[in-house]
């Protein structure tokens, strides 16, 4: 794989890499990624995320597997009764509306048994490190125990739980290419 020169390469870090094999392109987002792996066009493709990124365009990149493009991660914030568990939702879903969350996600409030309940942050398993970061920047804490992981979000589903409130969060600011536009970037060695 050869990279072009990367100007300003700090401003990568988080980003993705994607090598078509004649080619490859740098500055991708996640989103943009997951639309490329849903063409049958681009299953060859390879990708790469831009860890760490150095004012002198050495980039620490790391393999993605194309699967967790496909998956969800979450994270799950238990309480032993559903007063504790309704401000657990309150307190995420505020957080979304003072700090921008990473991409789209889901939170909801569920019941897993009698007085057993969950507050659910589910997003795309792509974004795991930055929705840790943002809980951190947000401050987020619960008083009951936590789980995480694309696991902990396949064992919520096989219990089946009953939601007793949800809402949807977004990234407003992002700008990912779509369709044709999506297709017009990945001939790009510069996406951004």
């Known amino acids: 794989m050869k990279l072009p020169k990367i100007e300003n390469a700090p401003r990568y870090a988080g980003l993705y890499i994607v090598d078509f094999g004649?080619?490859?392109?740098?500055?991708?987002?996640a989103e943009e990624v997951a639309e490329l792996l849903e063409s049958e066009r681009f299953q060859h493709i390879t990708v790469y995320k831009i860890y760490?990124?150095?004012?002198?365009?050495?980039?620490?990149?790391?393999?993605?597997?194309?699967?967790?493009?496909?998956?969800?991660?979450?994270?799950?914030f238990y309480?032993?009764?559903e007063e504790t568990a309704r401000a657990d939702f309150a307190r995420l879903a505020e957080c979304s509306r003072r700090l921008e969350p990473p991409s789209r996600a889901k939170i909801q409030l569920a019941e897993l048994a009698p007085r057993q309940y969950a507050t659910a942050l589910i997003y795309p398993a792509e974004y795991?490190?930055?929705?840790?970061?943002?809980?951190?920047?947000?401050?987020?804490?619960t008083e009951g125990p936590a789980a995480g992981g694309v696991s902990a979000v396949e064992q919520y589903y096989r219990q089946k739980p009953a939601i007793l409130e949800s809402t949807q969060i977004f990234n407003s600011?992002?700008?990912?290419?779509?369709?044709?536009?999506?297709?017009?970037?990945?001939?790009?060695?510069?996406?951004?």
């Open 22 to 29: 004649d080619h490859c392109g740098v500055g991708f987002l």
């Open 79 to 81: 309480a032993f009764d």
């Open 52 to 76: 760490n990124a150095y004012p002198d365009g050495t980039l620490e990149i790391i393999g993605v597997r194309k699967e967790i493009f496909q998956q969800e991660s979450g994270m799950f």
């Open 128 to 141: 795991d490190a930055e929705f840790s970061r943002w809980l951190l920047d947000c401050r987020y804490r």
């Open 173 to 192: 600011t992002s700008a990912a290419f779509h369709g044709e536009n999506l297709l017009e970037a990945a001939k790009k060695a510069m996406v951004r």
